[in-house]
């Protein structure tokens, strides 16, 4: 089965991807999404009914402990790298008027 | 022997018996380092000062008696997507360009309580995307056996820095053979531990449920050694694993009697070059004079692996990488119209090709309607490829094949077709899905001079039968006097 990604599903990944792509990028990923699907697809060879979804290989339990503060106040040190920083904040574009 | 010559196993003893001292250790890399880097290109980031500082302070703890690791004073490098505080860290791509972590990873901290000395930090593919460092946003590192090829990836930086002298070992991240394909490609020897067995704090990731740090050293011993320093419980990571049996270097026995080496018949299929075979196959026939019992067998499920693998990783990175918004850190656009046009701008201007490509499958696999079909599929076959891996081991001690089909490719050849590129990971994919321990040992070259590696798989927390094998035929090939894929 060969899949075929439409304008819409690329402007659609494309938002939840949080990227834009230039026109020629978007041809090149509708091409690789759906030589990609395409590939996947194999996957459906397998009949998987019953099978339960393994997200980690060993069980896994939530690994809890006391809510207790153990690291120091690194604000200035974490600050450095924002791209804006201000009053000891980071600087965000505004984003309501 | 020359300094450069040494394990890192060796220089340390030396080291500790006043031969030679961790600044001088650190100077004869760097002068190698400033001879061949130029060609090269193993590091994006050298940094001689802070070594040369470190080095110092090591050496006057190693000779104040207060310092006696199996590492101490001796140079490593870091790939550059293990957090270094004060040290950039790139990841290899433009978003995180000027990031200067504020904390640094546990296993850099392992290291540092070792007395091991960081030189500086490995080129590799962007995020740890690729199976060549041809994806790097800072340049291409070639292969230091031939520079017309490739080291592999995604380690890549790492696996040539060890093979050069640039280093005397490396910290790698193996995702989907990130480690052991460039150990491979560049004749040195790289192990994936057991997921949990190294803590992933300060890991940049990729794939969550698959990434693991681990080491790229000259020998096995050197290995075994690098494993001992970097597993930990570390309670900073919640999937990190406490272990008893980290005494990794107790398993360094020169005999394999009575382990039981299968070979996957699936894994020399087509596609495998036949002098990749050829070298592979002699390596089991020198595990069997060394008293293993070796039989061949049907693994199943092989060509499942790539398929479900890049569902899985491609859907945790799109996710994992949502982080890089211009905000906390790294690059952000110049010019922009309002937040989401920051956010994408940003975004689109910093992640390179592969990047991308593999964000976009992500977010669509991951994407309402397409959940079911794409991911949990996945997932499932996933489970359905661990087990047959555990009724592999409820037969033998170690599975036996090659690294990747061929040896490394030349350089610009791969990244024209993805899927082809993807397709020489088959044999180190199911690894990482599975959560097993494996490693690369060289095992000879092609007839074009380029190292051929073996891989040795082994169930989960079973590292030590894969390093006494290693171990066994390391020594074989080494009484024989015929070990090939030696370093330059």
């Known amino acids: 089965m060969a899949n075929i990604i439409s304008d819409e599903t690329i402007e659609y990944v494309g938002i939840l991807a949080k990227l834009e792509l230039s026109d020629e990028e978007k041809e090149a990923a509708k091409k690789d999404m759906a030589d990609m699907l395409d590939y996947i697809d194999k996957l459906n060879e397998l009949d998987t009914d019953g099978v339960e979804p393994m997200s980690h290989v060993f069980s896994m339990d939530n690994v809890f402990r006391e809510d207790v503060v153990t690291n120091g106040d690194d604000r200035s040190a974490i600050l450095q790298n924002a791209p804006g920083e201000k009053d000891g904040m980071f600087k965000a574009p505004r984003t309501v008027e | ?488």
């Open chain 2, 1 to 488: 022997m020359g300094l450069l010559e040494l394990t890192a196993a060796g220089l340390a003893e030396k080291i500790k018996a006043g031969e030679v001292t961790s600044v001088q250790a650190v100077e004869a890399v760097l002068e190698n380092i400033a001879e061949k880097e130029e060609a090269l290109h193993c590091y994006v980031t050298i940094d001689k000062e802070g070594a040369i500082k470190k080095a110092e302070e090591v050496q006057k703890k190693i000779e104040a008696g207060t310092l006696s690791g199996a590492l101490a004073g001796v140079p490593v490098a870091v790939k550059d997507n293990i957090c270094t505080a004060g040290m950039l860290t790139t990841c290899s791509s433009k978003i995180l360009g000027n990031f200067v972590p504020p904390f640094s990873a546990q296993a850099v901290h392992a290291l540092e309580a070792a007395g091991a000395v960081i030189l500086g930090k490995t080129n590799m593919d962007e995020f740890a995307m690729g199976s060549t460092t041809e994806t790097s946003a800072f340049g291409v590192t070639k292969n230091p056996h031939n520079t017309a090829h490739v080291p592999g990836g995604s380690s890549g930086g790492s696996a040539a820095a060890v093979a050069a002298g640039e280093c005397f070992f490396a910290l790698g991240s193996d995702t989907g053979g990130s480690i052991r394909q460039p150990a491979s490609f560049c004749g040195v020897v790289g192990m994936k531990p057991t997921y949990g067995t190294v803590s992933r704090y300060g890991l940049i990731a990729y794939g969550s449920s698959l990434d693991q740090i681990g080491p790229l050293t000259k020998d096995v011993a050197d290995c075994a050694a690098v494993l001992e320093v970097l597993a930990s419980h570390d309670l900073k990571d919640s999937t990190s694993v406490a272990r008893k049996d980290t005494d990794f270097s107790a398993a360094l026995i020169p005999d394999a009697a009575g382990l039981r080496v299968g070979i996957p018949r699936d894994y020399f299929g087509e596609g495998l070059d036949s002098e990749v075979r050829a070298a592979v196959l002699e390596a089991a026939k020198v595990l069997q004079e060394k008293g293993a019992a070796v039989e061949e067998f049907d693994l199943s499920l092989v060509e499942y692996a790539i398929p479900a693998y890049y569902t899985i990783a491609s859907a945790e990175a799109s996710s994992n990488l949502e982080r890089f918004d211009g905000i906390k850190y790294g690059y952000r656009t110049p010019d922009f119209d309002g937040l989401h046009s920051m956010y994408k701008k940003t975004r689109s201007e910093g992640f390179g090709a592969e990047v991308k490509r593999r964000i976009m499958l992500g977010s669509f696999v991951l994407s309402s309607g397409y959940y079911d079909a794409y991911y949990l599929k996945a997932l499932k076959v996933k489970a359905l490829i661990k087990k047959a891996f555990d009724e592999a081991f409820q037969k033998y001690d170690v599975i036996l094949g090659p690294v990747a089909p061929t040896t490394a490719p030349k350089l610009a050849e791969s990244l024209k077709d993805p899927i082809k590129m993807y397709l020489g990971d088959i044999y180190t994919i199911s690894v990482n899905l599975a959560g097993l321990p494996a490693m690369s040992i060289p095992c000879g070259m092609d007839s074009k001079g380029l190292p051929i590696g073996v891989q040795l798989i082994g169930d989960c927390f079973q590292e030590k039968k894969l390093l006494r094998a290693a171990y066994a035929y390391e020594q074989a090939e080494k009484e024989g006097g015929s070990r090939q894929g030696l370093l330059l």
